[in-house]
């Protein structure tokens, strides 16, 4: 079965610094991986997915996430953090339609 | 291309009632998923349909839960008989095949319920 670990429950960073969030999956074949950022009391957005080709996504909100099969990780990270990306970070699998979330990151950004 | 929405938002209930929650795809979407997310976690997947059809429902779908989706496009989920443990966030998503294998899930607001 799929299964997704994001060993980071929060993250505290300070704006303007850079930030890495972890995500390692479980899955015998090549995934489909995806991270949403879910802010307090709302949904999910989407912030970027991996299909297939190019090892290295890009997203909106200037996030980019890396595939490393080698690793099982699919790392997502940004350059330089605003205060709006305070928010809940989640990384998913699925090999077919049904998405596999991790527990999720909280970040927070310190002025 | 309005999004998905659901309807309520928020909805608090005694134990024992009945709930129901509707979602409304992005248009032309053909592909409808509830996930239910409890604090803490990340969503967990209840149940899917192509169009009208519902293919498939997990197990943390108990006979009180049921979904429909008459004429393939919005979709209600209800909770018969609500239990303490059936507060959480439920969360629907539409989406429409990419042709890569799967397809990219857009999810709505979610309904919060809480269940005194």
């Known amino acids: 079965a799929q299964s997704v670990t994001q060993p980071d429950i929060h993250i505290t960073v300070s704006e303007g610094a850079s930030l890495e969030l972890r995500c390692n999956y479980s899955?015998?074949?090549?995934?489909?991986l995806f991270w949403y950022v879910q802010s307090p009391g709302q949904g999910l957005q989407l912030l970027l997915k991996?299909?297939?080709?190019?090892?290295l996504v890009q997203g909106i909100k200037g996030f980019e996430a890396e595939f490393k099969r080698s690793q099982s990780s699919f790392n997502l990270r940004k350059p330089s953090v605003h205060w709006s990306d305070a928010a809940e970070y989640f990384c998913?699998?699925?090999?077919?339609?049904?998405?596999?979330f991790g527990a999720g990151t909280t970040v927070t950004v310190r002025a | 291309d309005t999004g998905v929405s659901q309807d309520p938002r928020h909805k608090i209930t005694k134990r024992g009632q009945n709930v129901t929650f509707r979602c409304d795809p992005i248009?032309?979407?053909?592909?409808l998923y509830w996930y239910r997310q409890t604090l803490g976690q990340g969503p967990e997947f209840l149940t899917y349909?192509?169009?009208?059809?519902?293919?498939?429902k997990s197990r943390l779908l108990s006979d009180r839960f049921s979904a429909e989706r008459p004429k393939g496009s919005f979709s209600t989920l209800e909770i018969q008989r609500t239990e303490q443990g059936d507060s959480a966030m439920y969360l629907c998503?539409?989406?429409?095949?990419?042709?890569?294998?799967?397809?990219?899930?857009?999810f709505g607001p979610g309904t919060r319920l809480t269940v005194l």
């Open positions: 998503a539409s989406s429409d095949p990419d042709g890569e294998g799967t397809d990219t899930q857009y």
């Open positions: 899955y015998g074949a090549t995934p489909y």
């Open positions: 991996y299909f297939s080709g190019d090892t």
């Open positions: 998913a699998v699925t090999n077919d339609y049904k998405l596999s």
């Open positions: 248009s032309e979407h053909n592909r």
């Open positions: 349909f192509q169009n009208e059809a519902q293919l498939e």
